[in-house]
């Protein structure tokens, strides 16, 4: 079945038999087996991601903010939300952590400009009703992209670092944020 949502989707995620869809800046939750329309809910902002831990979703807009959202019923509810302090766009979370990065390309950063760098800020997230700046990016100021960041609680990040290719931090202290292994 094709689920008619007036605008376009830019990303999606399924939990507890629903389906939630980003639309520029409302979040579209539908029934998943009947494609019913349940809620709309306006963010105020363009969506720019969305990830799932558990009944939690993780939003960032383009406002720079992360909401955390409780979906562990029929409806959406927004239970917080935090600066954060760079662009956010890919969000990622693992154990109570939140990722964010900012989602810059290395070749949009100009030599004015060398304070403009990729990276990705984390969030401790084990109370989503009062989340925390764990720390900012830390990159130091050289052309470093950041497209998307993953961990997979191995104590290492996988960073999406556009034309520098993959790289490979060191993020078992989730206090530095800029910790390269290899690219």
């Known amino acids: 079945k094709t689920i008619n949502t007036n605008n376009s989707v830019s990303r999606v995620e399924i939990s507890n038999g629903y389906i939630y869809a980003a639309q520029r800046n409302q979040l579209l939750v539908s029934d998943l087996i009947s494609g019913d329309r349940i809620q709309l809910l306006n963010l105020g902002s363009p969506i720019n991601d969305i990830a799932k831990q558990g009944s939690l979703l993780y939003v960032v807009t383009d406002n720079n903010l992360l909401h955390i959202i409780n979906t562990s019923n029929r409806t959406a509810t927004v239970i917080s939300r935090i600066n954060v302090p760079t662009s956010?766009?890919?969000?990622?979370?693992?154990?109570?952590?939140?990722?964010?990065?900012?989602?810059?390309?290395?070749?949009?950063?100009?030599?004015?400009?060398?304070?403009?760098?990729?990276?990705?800020?984390?969030?401790?997230?084990?109370?989503?009703?009062?989340?925390?700046?764990?720390?900012?990016?830390?990159?130091?100021?050289?052309?470093?992209?950041?497209?998307?960041?993953?961990?997979?609680?191995?104590?290492?990040?996988?960073?999406?670092?556009?034309?520098?290719?993959?790289?490979?931090?060191?993020?078992?202290?989730?206090?530095?944020?800029?910790?390269?292994?290899?690219?």
């Open 88 to 183: 956010a766009s890919p969000v990622f979370v693992e154990n109570n952590i939140a990722y964010v990065a900012n989602g810059i390309e290395n070749e949009t950063i100009s030599i004015p400009f060398p304070s403009r760098r990729g990276g990705y800020a984390t969030f401790d997230v084990a109370d989503p009703e009062n989340p925390t700046l764990i720390s900012g990016i830390d990159t130091p100021p050289v052309q470093a992209g950041n497209l998307k960041t993953v961990s997979n609680g191995s104590g290492l990040a996988l960073v999406a670092g556009g034309f520098r290719g993959l790289q490979v931090h060191q993020a078992s202290d989730s206090e530095t944020t800029y910790d390269l292994i290899t690219e």
